[in-house]
């Protein structure tokens, strides 16, 4: 396992940045056929969402979103695909 807050800082010292956003709904239209087993976490600043804390969107098979931990120290697989953008 990882620290998010530790993988969000590994990719912006190589030059990425953290998604906006409306970047969750636009890589789910412009990725229609993504593969139903397919998850994509978007790096991003969390949502502060009261009852639930911090979230991130997740999309999923069939363009599904649903809200990721946006926790700093919340623990992620080392095999977990993050999105981020680009310089």
Known sequence: FECLGDTYHAAIALGLRLCEWEDGPQLAAQYPDQP????IEMAMEPIDVMLHGPSTWTVCGRNVFRRGNGNPVAQHFRTTKFAFRCL
Request: proline share 0%.
């Open 36 to 39: 139903l087993d397919e998850i």
